[in-house]
């Protein structure tokens, strides 16, 4: 326990003093989330067209395909 509330506190200021997660600014936080989404939506993506090729783009597949931020 006495290592850990250390890092704990360090974690905690370093995540307020970062200048990008804001307690005030939520909407700034939620575009940074939105971003991840979106890169790991793309990361899926890239995956499933490298080991699969699966193509999410081909009009041939009747498929519907709705991407997580729309």
């Not at 974690?11 to 200048?19: D, K």
């Not at 936080?29 to 081909?58: G, I, K, Q």
């Amino acid at each position: 326990m006495r290592k850990i509330a250390p890092l704990l506190l360090l974690v905690l200021a370093g995540t307020m003093l970062s200048g990008c997660f804001s307690f005030v600014d939520w909407k700034h936080n939620l575009n940074h989330l939105r971003a991840w989404n979106e890169d790991l939506d793309r990361m899926h993506r890239t995956f499933d067209r490298f080991f699969f090729n699966y193509d999410y783009d081909d009009p041939s597949r009747d498929i519907e395909y709705e991407s997580p931020n729309t």
